[in-house]
């Protein structure tokens, strides 16, 4: 039995092929091999629990009992595209809810097979770490050698209690233990027999190209390869275990030990509707194609059955009861019902004003991430250059030569439900290298320490520019280089968390710069209006020619003055029509004196003055 089962392994193994690489979907089956070889005492558990799995008799007719399953997600990473998005997790998670509860409008709720069932598994980011600290639910740990060709040891060096968390740890790539030089693992799980001998591996190791289908996630995969190694973790094998057997073959001690999965010669692949690969089986079923734990595609696969959800529900109890208690989800932050907790409201209150006058973020709550650039060349203080003195956060983008890096810095939590009318605020400095440069600037928001946000803002290179095309390193002269930007926080005014995070991603473009970030209530209406505008007036000084940039929110007239320090008028700029969207007024010092002016913007919303000095 077992050498015949080893060898239709093998077969499975080397079945499905893209290019040139043979991928691997799942190498669970390898591994556990391997372990029971080195470990032969794991037999007796794997078979105990299997025994305790007959055992189990599932009551009829029962509501349904969600088991709440926290998860950590290590993410092991050298500061390449393997540092995935707090995003791309999120989507795994909801594809993990999706196929677990067979949820309506998806791939799993709209199978009609009798046998497809609602595994009553949902996942949960942890809210608290084993320390109590708050978390997003991801730990990100740099390792380059941790993440490429990992294996075990991978797991073992980075991993939270096994009794209390999921661990599943996202790496570049997986060690093919078959010796195939040529082929690529997606993934593999570890079973909960073998959780309280190797309580360090136990969960699940994958390829970060195989995480939800946004960001680096593939589309081919649909996710679901997260999906069929959660099967494994809850006890579940692949249907074509042990191939077809005989026709005197016992489906409730043989194969997967599942007896409404027919018997599968060996594992599926694309999406092969009608295979029929054993005969072995009476009545004589076709193949369950469409089963999560076979090979087939992800959006081919839709369904577990009723059959795999007893085995599951047979086993947990003795392996994994602790983790889905209700003492243990109070710990991480999840009530009994699934919903998170509330996080007490942060000790730092708004209005607040962070000038970054610090010789580093240390101890501030605010901080720096670098995802997929070294962080030297990432968000940093610079201890030289400020808005209104001599420091700032800038991102030397200017030495950057990664394409679509993306690196952040986040705000600490602040509560600023005691605020009336929220709004965040700061300076920027910001030009283009060349005209083409076409970095982005995405802000935003969150209430749960980044384990779920909002974006509030994406600013385009156009946007955030405060000076014409500089094609050498990029630091503003003087205040005229920089420029304030606001948007409203109104609608999340009951955060009593709120961090705000500035992620930058580079498209050639130069040095960024970023100064006095406050989140308080707006007090002169003049502030105001120039900030809904998006009024831009660059650049400051004007050495021969500017552009005042701003965007309307419908046409109307608009009258642009610019006055001297003892109020005369000096010139007309614009006194015009103009159309809703953005609009750009070209100014020419022309015959103009070097010296302090005032520019005067007057609107149906009102008027307000701007500094403009001409060199
Ligand atoms: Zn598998």
Not at 343 to 361: E, H, Q, R, W, Y
Request: proline share 4%.
């Amino acid at each position: 039995m077992r050498k015949y089962f080893l060898l239709t392994l093998a077969s499975a193994l080397f079945q499905i092929h893209s290019n040139a690489q043979t991928v691997v979907p799942c190498a669970t089956d390898e591994i556990h091999q391997q372990i029971l070889e080195q470990h032969p005492e794991l037999k007796m558990e794997e078979q105990l629990m299997n025994e305790t799995a007959r055992r189990f008799v599932p009551q009829l007719n029962k509501a349904a009992t969600i088991k709440y399953i926290p998860v950590v997600f290590h993410v092991i990473h050298g500061y390449g595209n393997e540092n995935i998005s707090q995003a791309q997790i999120n989507d795994q998670i909801r594809i993990l809810n999706e196929d677990y509860r067979k949820m309506a409008g998806t791939n799993g709720g709209a199978s009609t097979d009798p046998l497809a069932v609602d595994m009553e598994y949902e996942f949960r980011l942890a809210q608290f770490d084993p320390n109590g600290k708050p978390t997003d639910g991801v730990n990100r740990v740099n390792n380059y050698a941790l993440s490429i060709n990992a294996t075990d040891n991978t797991k073992a060096s980075i991993y939270w209690p096994s009794d209390k968390y999921f661990n599943i740890w996202v790496v570049n790539t997986i060690l093919n233990n078959s010796g195939s030089q040529n082929s690529i693992v997606l993934g593999y799980a570890q079973f909960p027999f073998d959780r309280t001998s190797r309580p360090t591996t136990d969960g699940v190791i994958i390829r970060s190209d195989q995480v939800g289908v946004i960001g680096t996630g593939q589309q081919s995969q649909a996710g679901r390869t997260m999906t069929h190694e959660a099967g494994h973790w809850v006890g579940l094998y692949h249907p074509f275990q042990g191939g077809c057997g005989s026709s005197s073959s016992n489906c409730a001690v043989q194969g997967d030990q599942v007896c409404d999965t027919p018997p599968v010669a060996s594992s599926a692949s694309g999406c092969q509707n009608g295979r029929n690969s054993c005969s072995t089986d009476n009545p004589n079923l076709p193949d369950l194609i469409r089963n999560y734990m076979d090979y087939s595609d992800g959006n081919c696969a839709n369904m577990f059955t009723k059959g795999q959800k007893t085995r599951a529900d047979g086993i947990m109890p003795s392996t994994r009861s602790n983790i889905y208690s209700a003492a243990n989800l109070s710990n991480i932050g999840i009530n009994t019902d699934g919903t998170y907790k509330t996080i007490p409201a942060s000790s730092k209150k708004a209005p607040f004003n962070f000038d970054f006058n610090v010789s580093s973020l240390n101890g501030s709550g605010w901080f720096t991430e670098a995802f997929t650039i070294q962080p030297d060349t990432a968000w940093q203080i610079n201890q030289a250059i400020g808005y209104n003195d001599t420091k700032s956060i800038y991102n030397r983008n200017f030495l950057t030569q990664k394409l679509n890096s993306r690196s952040s810095f986040s705000s600490a939590s602040y509560d600023i439900s005691a605020l009336t009318n929220p709004k965040l605020s700061f300076a920027i400095a910001y030009a283009k290298r060349i005209s083409a440069s076409n970095d982005k600037l995405t802000i935003y928001v969150s209430d749960n320490y980044g384990r779920t946000e909002e974006v509030l803002k994406t600013l385009s290179a156009t946007d955030i520019s405060t000076a014409d095309v500089t094609a050498s390193e990029f630091v503003p002269a003087n205040t005229g280089q920089w420029k304030k930007l606001s948007y409203d926080l109104s609608a999340y005014k009951s955060y009593t968390n709120l961090s705000v995070r500035f992620e930058f991603i580079n498209v050639r473009g130069n040095n960024i710069f970023i100064d006095d970030i406050s989140v308080a209530t707006p007090t002169s209406s003049e502030e105001l209006l120039k900030e809904s505008l998006g009024f831009n007036f660059f650049p400051n000084p004007v050495n021969q020619t500017a552009q005042i940039k701003f965007n309307l929110s419908s046409s109307e007239n608009v009258a642009i003055n610019l006055f001297d320090i003892s109020g005369r008028l000096v010139k007309t700029i614009a006194q015009a029509d103009m159309p809703a969207g953005s609009n750009t007024v070209s100014f020419d010092k022309a015959e103009i004196n070097k010296g302090v002016y005032f520019l005067k913007v007057e609107t149906s919303k009102g008027a307000f003055s701007h500094k403009v000095m001409i060199d």
